[in-house]
């Protein structure tokens, strides 16, 4: 079976306060790649980051850190000293070569709050 | 470089009416996925054409049909329409069949069927 959960559906969080989303998926290929979606009011898809399951080392990008543990089957993204302009849903997703299919998870809405 | 454009933005369409989205890809992609976003929910992927072929599916019914044009837009049609198929559907290209890449959304076509 191949899924992703995003258990948290909401959260809400004071300007400048550090956030974590929670990413967990499953799936049987050993040749995956994950990804992690903005979508903001506007409705558009904004690419943030993409990881392959033979890579397991952290990245940073500026506010961004993204957590991504085999083990765990989880990948989860943190954002440091949030912004109102952080508001948005985001999406964790899954990409299989074998199926060849996308799965998103369901997405978290975050509200940061001034 | 002109990014990933949608039309119509709006559509208003009746049970058993068919509909034609259109999609045209970033310049230098040569890969289109479609999506349908239910509301509160995410993207699910229907299918992706690369060089005019349908080459993934997802788990939609065969009235879901597409096309790609040698310029590498594409169309998304979709026959005997339902009340379940109210959605915002997404249109991504990316630059290699693989879309492991990165993909380039446009800003969707939101369907209501009465």
């Known amino acids: 079976a191949q899924k992703v959960t995003q258990a948290q559906t909401e959260i809400s969080v004071v300007e400048k306060e550090d956030v974590t989303l929670d990413c967990v998926y499953e799936?049987?290929?050993?040749?995956?790649?994950l990804f992690w979606y903005k979508q903001p009011p506007s409705g558009e898809l904004v690419f943030l980051i993409r990881?392959?399951?033979?890579?397991?080392q952290n990245e940073i990008s500026g506010r961004y850190s993204w957590n991504f543990q085999k083990s765990t089957s989880s990948f989860n993204f943190t954002i440091t000293a949030s912004q109102v302009v952080d508001s948005a849903v985001y999406f964790c997703?899954?990409?299989?070569?074998?199926?060849?299919?996308?799965?998103f998870g369901t997405g978290t809405r975050l509200k940061v709050l001034a | 470089e002109t990014g990933v454009t949608q039309s119509p933005t709006h559509l208003i369409k009746t049970r058993g009416q068919q509909v034609t989205l259109r999609c045209s890809s970033q310049?230098?992609?040569?890969?289109v996925s479609w999506y349908q976003q239910a509301l509160g929910q995410g993207p699910q992927f229907i299918f992706q054409?690369?060089?005019?072929?349908?080459?993934g599916r997802g788990n939609f019914p065969p009235r879901f049909s597409g096309l790609q044009f040698p310029n590498y837009s594409s169309e998304l049609n979709v026959n005997a329409l339902e009340l379940d198929d109210s959605a915002l559907y997404l249109c991504?290209?990316?630059?290699?069949?693989?879309?492991?890449?990165?993909?380039?959304f446009g800003p969707g076509t939101r369907l209501t069927v009465l």
């Open positions: 310049s230098g992609h040569n890969t």
């Open positions: 990881r392959n399951s033979f890579d397991e």
């Open positions: 054409y690369y060089r005019e072929e349908e080459n």
């Open positions: 799936t049987r290929d050993t040749t995956y790649y």
């Open positions: 991504a290209s990316s630059y290699s069949w693989g879309s492991y890449n990165e993909q380039f």
């Open positions: 997703a899954l990409f299989n070569s074998g199926t060849y299919k996308y799965i």
